[in-house]
């Protein structure tokens, strides 16, 4: 993999007064870290473990943090680990990393690609793979200990590392919480947490002050109706029609009733029913998403999708019982909203760290991420969540050029230039840090 930025050009851009030796200090150190980290890399990505089984990555990441003489939790939450890092009087820092992997067989054709299979709770056989880049995450949670250990003469106050299981499936963070992550452990000043883009250049990163990521919720609807032979209609409600009105309803939920100004989504992602061509079946069901920022309008959305749903029975002349039954998912992802102050003063360090040039301000997205909970408790923790670049610099030119769709996030093709993101991400999480908790 190409470096894209020499660490020679790296340190020369720290002015000499705001980071000074620190700055050169810091580089020094990622640099020392990085063929035991890019290894570590290796090692997790080739050992990719689904949600809430992160069983092994859950002991190395343990391991890891225990030589380095943390206080190590593990099993917290699922499979969480939690590394306590004190050292002296001073704020506390919570640094979280995800540690799970998707059900996908990589096709990336690299020499390093996960092999692994493993058998899904469906009881299917599926291939595994960290299309979703939390094998850096790990990887830089790793080495943000380590520069952070080796430099613990020029910061004070504890550092809390989180292994955070089963981001994908939108129950880990919620799972560590409620087994009592900020009672157990000092309350975090900040919480912060990076996450690999498949958009921006490795050696990169973004930033979203306010609201970054959506609220996402999973619905399924099962539309009732009476079937039978499909040559007489008249003696049937037909659950395909109404299932087929609701979706067109359910249009007009983010196109007439909600502000153009606020985001939200409604997305029929599975529509399923009837066996045959000449019978009316008895029920078809639905698989929804909904994404928005607002409290307001996530339960808006909720509370119209009932409305048509109900709406479209009575007109059809269903009786109560018949009105189509809604489950929502209770893995609900509330939104990330980046404090902005915060934001504020970590993009500044990161321009001083990296170069203006290196630190991009980046728009919102409807996609979601569980770590927007750890802001979301009483104790209203300031969270910072950010983009780090992974396209390989040669894949970002041929995109440019045309040549090449680049993959997203969750691709079996997805790739990082894994050695200069972990360079970016060891550099950018450890000066965030050291920001916060400067003597
Ligand atoms: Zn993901
Ligand atoms: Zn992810």
């Not at 570590?40 to 003489?69: D, K, V």
């Not at 793979?129 to 430099?151: E, F, K, P, Q, S």
């Not at 985001?263 to 529509?271: K, L, Y």
Request: net charge negative.
């Amino acid at each position: 993999m190409k470096t894209l930025f020499p660490l020679l050009i790296v340190s020369i851009l720290f002015p000499a007064g705001l980071y000074g030796q620190n700055g050169q200090g810091l580089t020094r150190s990622v640099a020392a870290e990085q063929a035991y980290l890019e290894a570590l890399y290796l090692h997790l990505h080739q050992n990719p473990e689904l949600s809430f089984y992160e069983f092994e990555t859950a002991e190395r990441m343990a391991q890891e943090m225990a030589e380095l003489g943390l206080t190590v939790h593990s099993s917290y939450g699922g499979t969480g680990v939690v590394g306590l890092m004190q050292n002296g009087d001073g704020p506390t820092v919570l640094v979280r990393a995800d540690m799970d992997a998707l059900p996908l067989e990589e096709a990336t054709g690299l020499d390093y690609a996960s092999t692994v299979t493993t058998t899904d709770e469906a009881g299917n056989t599926v291939g595994v793979m960290h299309a979703c880049g939390h094998d850096i995450h790990m990887t830089v949670l790793i080495g943000t200990a380590r520069v952070l250990h080796a430099m613990r003469d020029q910061w004070a106050g504890t550092v809390i590392l989180i292994a955070q299981p089963a981001e994908e499936r939108s129950g880990g963070a919620k799972a560590m919480l409620a087994d009592g992550l900020f009672e157990e452990f000092p309350i975090p000043d900040y919480a912060l947490a990076l996450h690999v883009s498949a958009s921006l250049q490795a050696g990169t990163v973004g930033y979203c002050p306010g609201y970054m990521m959506a609220n996402v919720d999973m619905m399924d609807i099962t539309v009732y109706g009476e079937g039978g032979h499909g040559a007489y209609p008249e003696t049937t409600k037909d659950p395909v029609v109404l299932a087929s009105r609701i979706v067109m309803g359910l249009q007009t939920i983010v196109s007439r009733e909600i502000s153009a100004l606020e985001p939200a989504v409604v997305t029929v992602g599975a529509i399923n029913g009837g066996t045959k061509g000449n019978i009316i079946p008895g029920e078809v069901t639905l698989q929804l998403t909904m994404r928005s920022y607002s409290t307001e309008v996530r339960q808006g959305i909720i509370d119209k999708i009932e409305r048509i749903c109900r709406g479209v029975a009575i007109s059809a002349g269903l009786s109560e019982d018949q009105y189509p039954k809604i489950v929502l998912r209770d893995e609900y992802t509330p939104s990330v909203f980046n404090d902005p102050a915060l934001s504020e003063r970590i993009a500044a360090v990161f321009r001083i760290s990296l170069g203006t040039a290196r630190v991009l301000e980046v728009g919102p997205s409807m996609v979601g991420e569980d770590f927007g909970r750890f802001g979301r408790t009483e104790e209203a923790v300031p969270i910072l969540l950010y983009w780090l670049g992974a396209v390989p610099q040669e894949r970002m030119e041929a995109a440019e050029a045309g040549e090449l769709n680049l993959p997203s996030l969750h691709s079996a093709y997805f790739y990082p230039d894994y050695s200069t993101t972990i360079e970016t991400g060891v550099q950018t999480m450890t000066s965030a840090v050291l920001e916060l908790l400067k003597k």
